[in-house]
């Protein structure tokens, strides 16, 4: 993981598309903003006063239910802004979903203030966006695809081999009952899968990780 105490370094590294006068406008007018894992950065019915993107860790974007219960969206990495707080943002308007740290995260927190502004002088900030916008809204799509159509054993096929492609690893530190969350699913349901698919040669199931054989 890279660590950066300054935008300047970040900007250039995960956002190269922007014009040079967009990063000093950034770096200028945005600050950093350190969350550590577990901590709420966006909560359901919160008014958004500024939209981020991720420099470095993981956020998880989530609706919660009447009961507590949780129905995973998707997750944010670094190089990706989160489009739902630019658009409630924008709107002033109160969020619809909760976003959580998954990892110690370190956020580019921009203002709203300075959106308008931002959309109309910088051409690579609209494009991008425009381009979150697009990425964020056909995630969800794989999202209801999969529960509309796959069943419970395709969507975790899916969902593993995702967050091991994503984070590049083999092994994944994650517990039963947080992927039993993210599929909106039981415990059990999972575990059974699970231990079905370390039969079948695609896992290995260890005390506290998941290691991916595929």
């Known amino acids: 993981m890279a660590y950066y105490s300054q935008p300047t370094v970040a900007l250039d590294s995960l956002f190269p598309q922007f014009e040079p ?9 945005a600050h950093l903003v350190r969350v ?5 950065i966006m909560r359901t019915g919160q008014y958004i ?11 998880k974007l989530y609706r919660e239910g009447d009961e ?3 129905f995973f969206m998707y997750y944010l990495e ?5 489009a739902l707080s630019m658009i409630c943002a924008t709107k002033q308007q109160t969020s619809q979903v909760t976003a959580k740290a998954v990892e110690d995260t370190l956020l580019l927190s921009i203002p709203i ?38 069943s419970m054993d395709e969507r975790l ?19 039963h009952q947080e992927i039993a969350a993210d599929l909106n699913s039981s415990r059990e349901v999972i575990s059974r899968l699970l231990k079905k698919m370390e039969q079948r040669g695609d896992l290995r199931l260890h005390r506290s990780a998941i290691e991916w054989l595929k």
């Open 113 to 150: 203030m300075l959106m308008d502004e931002m959309m109309k002088q910088f051409k690579t900030w609209y494009y991008f966006v425009l381009e979150t916008y697009r990425a964020r809204y056909e995630e969800l799509l794989v999202v209801i695809d999969h529960i509309a159509f796959k």
């Open 49 to 59: 006063r500024a939209t981020v993107m991720v420099l470095e860790g993981r956020v």
């Open 68 to 70: 507590g219960g949780e």
């Open 36 to 40: 550590a894992a577990g901590e709420q």
């Open 157 to 175: 096929y899916f969902y593993l081999s995702d967050q091991y492609k994503k984070l590049a690893t083999r092994e994944l530190r994650i517990t």
């Open 78 to 82: 670094p190089g990706d802004a989160c």
């Open 21 to 29: 006068a967009l990063k000093t406008f950034l770096q200028e007018n």
